[in-house]
């Protein structure tokens, strides 16, 4: 987006959330339950986005889980609006499918120059590293799953000692709950920080402030995975 366009200027209004089957439940609804409460006082837009108009479930038959949540998308990738500003990119067990996330990395690619923003939570960042918009990128993921989403991207920059990463218009943020904290960081930043801590007191949600504090880090060496 042009640095001339008004809208980068403003703070964004107009949301998207990639799904694929096996996303991760908190992941998702996390992050999107600030965005439902900061609706309450600016008018904001969210797509839910998926390979069809089917309900999309967090459970499949590699997530091993017998309890699951089905969401319906309000668009497929095929037929996507293009006014997207801010993408929010999960992750979950379904990342581990290469077919099952083919759709949804040919999308990242693809959409990522129009976007404002691109935020991903716990493996989503092996997703975005994979569409090879991460190359050349500081990024987190999650470190229960480290070895593996790091080899999604050889040419990232990946921080394992943070809750997250924010290089650019690019947040990443490390496993499932961190990615709650980056989207109260991520209001901070757009809304100011009364907005961000109001937020949070109303969801009676006790923030972890410091994107270097990352306690499921502890023992590891900062800096590029090996």
Known sequence: M??????SCRPPTRFAVALFPGFQALDVFGPL????????????SLYILSPTLD??????SITGHSVGQAVAATHTYADRPNDIEVLLLPGGSGTRDPENIQEVVDFVRGAYPRLRYLLTVCTG?????????LDGRRATSNKRAWTWATSQGPNVTWVRRA????????????????????????????????VAQTLADASEYVRNTDPHVDPFAVGEANGVAK
């Open 2 to 7: 042009s640095a001339q366009d008004p809208d």
């Open 33 to 44: 339950d600030i965005l439902n409460m900061l609706s309450k006082q600016t008018p904001l």
């Open 55 to 60: 309900p999309v479930s967090t459970k499949t």
């Open 125 to 133: 960042s092996a997703v975005a590293a994979k569409s090879g918009v």
């Open 163 to 194: 809750r997250w990463v924010t290089d650019g218009n690019i947040w990443t943020s490390s496993g499932i709950s961190a990615g709650i904290d980056m989207m109260y960081a991520f209001v901070a930043d757009q809304w100011g920080e009364d």
